[in-house]
C-alpha cells in the first residue's frame, strides 16, 4: 500500500499542528501507524491521499448515518450556502430544525443548538447547577463527554486510547466536584447518590456507553438512574450525542422508554457539519438567557449551512422503515462477525446494539471501564492493520465504536466480513 502522499502531509502538518492533528485519536498511535490524509469520500467508501480506497467503519465517528456526502445532504449545503453562511441573527431553518428534533426524541420540549458536542455537555451541566444550585457532577468511569475540564476524571475515547487518566491544566478545584464511578454498578450509584444527595447537580451518563468501546447499559442500571435521581432531585442528563438519531429517531431514550430531565445531542444531528444542541424540560431549558440567569451564548450557532444540512439528514431518517432497514443490515453483520469469531481461536467479545458495535479482544465479558481494559490493545493494533491493507478502516482504537451507514451496501460488509475472518487467521498463528 502505497502511503507517500498521506506521509508528506503529516510530516508538514506535525510542524505546525500539535501531533499533526486536530483531535487526539487521528493520529493512529495506539495502534501503531501514521494516519492517512483523506481525500475524498462517497457512501461507505474513503479515499486516501494515494489514492487507496477503504469501507469506512468510522463514519466520522459517527455523524454520518446516511453514508458520506448524500446527495440530500450535499444539495441542501449548496442551495443554501450562496444566500450567507452566517448572520448573527436567527433564520427560519433553526426553528424548523428545533421543531423537527423536539418531535422526534421523546424528552425534548425545548432545545439549544450549540457547535459541538462539548459545547452541548459543558451547557447542560452549568444549566443542571443552575437549576439545583447545587456543584456536584456524577460520571461514570469510562464515559466521555467531551474535553470540558469537569469531564476529564477517568474519561473514555482519547484518554483511554493514550491512557491518559486526567488532564494536566484542569484545577484541582474543578476535578473536587467531579465523582466518577463504575457504569452498569447499580448498588455504587445508589450509595454514591444518597450519601451526597444534597451536594450533587447532575448525574451525566452515556445511556449506551461508546467511547470505552460499546459497552450496553443494564435495564436495571438506567431504571435505577431514573428513579434515584427524579427521587433526590438530582438532573438526569442523557449525552446521547452518539446515540441520538442512531438507535432510533428519538436515541436511547427511545430504545430504552427511559427519559432524562436534558439530553445532549452532537454529531449526527448536523449531518456532518457543526452541531450540537441540548435540550429537555421546558421547565429547565427556561432558565437558559435571555429568558433566564443561566449564561450560554455561541456566533455561529445555528448556523445556516449546518442547519441546512441538519434537516437534511434528518427528513431522511424520518422516513418509515429508515432505522429498521438499519437495525436488520446491522443484525446480519453482527451475526456473520460473531460466527468469524466463534470459529476462531482467537478470543474476542462482541459488544452490539443497532448500528454500533466493538470486537473487544478480550475473554470476560465487557460491562464497565475495568472489564473494558482488560483488552489486548497490542492485538487490536495488529488486526487494525491488517483490515486497512485489506481495505477496511476501523477506528484507530479498541476504545471506539465500528458503525454501520445507510450506505453500507451487501458488498461492502461482505468484503469487511472476509478480511475480518482472514486478520483474525493471521492473529492466531
Ligand atoms: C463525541 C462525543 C462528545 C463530544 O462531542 P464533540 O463534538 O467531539 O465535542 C460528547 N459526548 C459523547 C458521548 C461523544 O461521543
Redesign the pocket.
Known sequence: MNTEQSSEFFARARKVIPGGVN?PVRACKSVGCDPLFVQQAEGCTIIDADGNSYVDFVCS??PMILGHAHPAVVGAIKETAPFGTSFGAPTSLEVELAELVCDSVPSLEKVRFVN??????MSAVRLARGYTGRDVVVKFDG?????ADSFLVKAG?GLITLGIPGSPGVPEDIVKNTLSIPYNDTQVLEETLRARADDIACVIV?PVA??MGVVVPEMEFLQTLRSLTEELGIVLIF?????GFRLALGGAQERFGVLPDLT?L??IIGGGL?V?AYGGRREIMDLVAPDGPVYQAGTLSGNPLAMAAGLAMLKVVRKPGFYSELEEKSDWFAGELAAISARSSVPTVLNRIGSMMTCFFVEAPVRDFRTASAADTKRYGQHFRQMLAGGVWLAPSQFEAMFISAAHDRTSLEKALAMTESSFKKLAD
Open positions: 483531535s465517528w459517527g459541538s458536542g462539548t459545547e452541548a455537555t464515559c466521555y463527554h467531551g474535553h475515547s452515556e461508546g467511547n449525552d446521547e450525542v452518539i446515540t445532549c452532537g454529531k457543526p450540537g
